[in-house]
């Protein structure tokens, strides 16, 4: 019901569902090292792939990082978002 409803909404306003969940999972398998939740790694990935999707430029152009996130991290993210093919 979930999904439906918001597939509904996204065809209403012509806007993309992104799945984060999904994402998060490639994130996961590629990048056992990475812990799935709300802190550093999940604040920073969902707005990454946000940016990505709705301007249709490569992550890389972002430059800002939060302070205390493991630029090692910062690659792996960037590379989930640009491989992720889950955004619907």
């Avoid at 597939?7 to 056992?32: C, S, Y």
């Avoid at 792939?49 to 301007?55: E, I, R, V």
Wanted: proline residues 6%; contains cysteine.
């Amino acid at each position: 019901m979930i999904r439906a409803s918001t597939a509904a909404l996204g065809d209403r306003t012509r806007a993309r569902p992104i799945n984060v969940g999904k994402l998060w999972g490639e994130v996961e398998q590629d990048h056992p090292d990475i812990h799935r939740g709300p802190r550093f790694a999940g604040s920073y990935l969902l707005p990454l792939a946000l940016y990505g999707d709705l301007s249709g430029r490569d992550v890389d152009a972002v430059t800002y990082v939060l302070a205390g996130l493991n630029p090692a991290i910062v690659l792996k993210l960037r590379q989930s978002v640009r491989g992720c093919h889950s955004f619907t």
